[in-house]
């Protein structure tokens, strides 16, 4: 059975993932974790977006780009050695038939052109992701702050593999491990300064959202949806 919403309305919150072909790692280095990072800020644009003839050739920083006005607000992510989770909306109803949905778009040009970085660097070839991105629909306050929250501990996996099934063992240390990991957008809401900021939208946080990142996270991830 699918897990893609056929439907991506705009003004409705997505939960979206994907994991590497066969569950193989995406990201090999710093420098793959970078451009993925990167490509959420520049390709969140109606521009058609070429890296190396926008960024590298002119000598810019991917953030210092212009890139317009963006096709969806992205609210959290995070990357995974071979997966990545991003909760977004998309307000735009004025695109008419120029996408087909603008965040299936995002998406699109997000996967390809990471997948046409990855491939040659590594000189390989096939598709680099396990077909069509996956999406679920976020209807509900609790399911919003229990996704939230997952999607900010998954880093946890790295240093517990086991906490899903069996709970955080040391919430300190997982606290602490979270707070310095830079590939996911938690310490943008720990009011952190760095320019991955620019990649999320708080502002289209739902009305009902307080969460606290340093409390209500951990206690979030318990109330199972």
């Known amino acids: ?37 990167k490509l959420l800020y520049l390709c969140n644009s109606e521009y058609k977006i070429n890296f190396r003839d926008l960024i590298v050739n002119n000598k810019i920083d991917a953030f210092d780009f212009e890139r317009g006005t963006s096709l969806v607000s992205v609210l959290a992510w995070v990357l995974m050695p071979n997966h990545f989770h991003i909760i977004l909306i998309s307000p735009r109803q ?49 399911y919003f702050n229990y996704i939230f929250s997952y999607v900010h501990l998954n880093p946890i996996k790295l240093i517990q593999s086991d906490w899903k099934e069996n709970g955080i063992q040391d919430i300190k240390i997982s606290t602490e491990y979270l707070q310095k990991f830079k590939y996911s957008s938690f310490q943008d809401y720990l009011n952190i300064s760095r320019k991955e900021s620019k990649i999320i939208n708080k502002d289209l946080l739902p009305e009902y959202f307080h969460l606290n990142h340093t409390k209500e996270l951990f206690d979030w991830i318990k109330q199972s949806p």
Do not use: C, W
């Open 1 to 37: 059975m699918s897990l893609r919403d056929k439907n991506l309305v705009p003004n409705e919150y997505y939960h979206i993932y994907n994991r590497g072909n066969g569950k193989n790692k995406i990201f090999l280095d710093e420098e793959d974790y970078s451009r993925f990072i």
């Open 94 to 142: 004025d695109l008419g038939e120029i996408y087909d949905n603008p965040i299936a778009k995002f998406i699109q040009k997000v996967l390809t052109s990471y997948s046409m970085y990855f491939n040659k660097k590594y000189k390989r070839t096939g598709s680099l992701f396990e077909g069509k991105f996956k999406s679920k629909h976020i209807g509900e306050e609790n």
